[in-house]
């Protein structure tokens, strides 16, 4: 371990669990790493000997950081710890599709229900505001309003097109 610390800039790549690290912000605008620090496995620690320092080991090695302070400290080892222990899932480009996947599936739901909440107060509002017009208005506002939700079941039914194709592997 050398003597004294020196000032590094670093980039936490979350995708790749890779801690890039520079030494100088120049060299970070133009990606010259110094170095990086794969994270997978690796154990953050919080030193005992002042405020602002942290340890990262992995795959035998321990590196040694300084922040600028403690709450810097802690920010670091806070965001080094998300990434580390982010469930698998996150971390798989496969597995993220499903879950991107499974939240769109949620969302049409939700769609689906609003379209219907939407149909029944419409429906509502139509026939109360029917009964203070003239039969031809009436007629023309019945016409207007089956117009707009049909559309909007159109609207919703390619929605729902699009996501049972996004479910599906593609031939």
């Known amino acids: 371990m050398m003597k004294g610390w020196q000032l ?11 801690l890039n690290y520079y030494t100088s912000k120049e060299k970070v605008r ?14 953050i620690g919080i030193d005992d000997t002042d405020d602002s320092t942290f340890t990262i080991s992995v795959e035998g090695k321990t590196f040694h950081f300084r922040a600028a302070d403690a709450d810097d400290r802690d920010r670091w080892a806070r965001s080094l710890e ?14 993220a599709s499903r879950h991107n996947i499974n939240d ?4 049409l739901a939700e ?3 609003y379209l219907s909440l939407l149909e029944d107060t419409m429906s509502g509002m139509v026939q109360q505001v029917s009964l203070e017009l003239d039969p031809s208005d009436s007629a023309q506002l019945e016409i207007c309003n089956n117009a707009m939700i049909s559309s909007l079941h159109d609207c919703v039914g390619e929605m729902n097109k699009l996501e049972f194709s996004a479910g599906k592997p593609q031939n």
């Open 8 to 18: 590094r800039f670093f980039v936490l790549d979350e995708h790749t669990l890779c």
């Open 82 to 95: 998300e990434t580390i222990y982010r469930p698998p899932a996150l971390n798989n480009s496969e597995n």
């Open 104 to 107: 769109l599936q949620r969302k």
């Open 30 to 43: 133009k990606d010259i790493k110094r170095g990086k620090i794969f994270l997978k496995g690796a154990i």
């Open 111 to 113: 769609v689906n229900g």
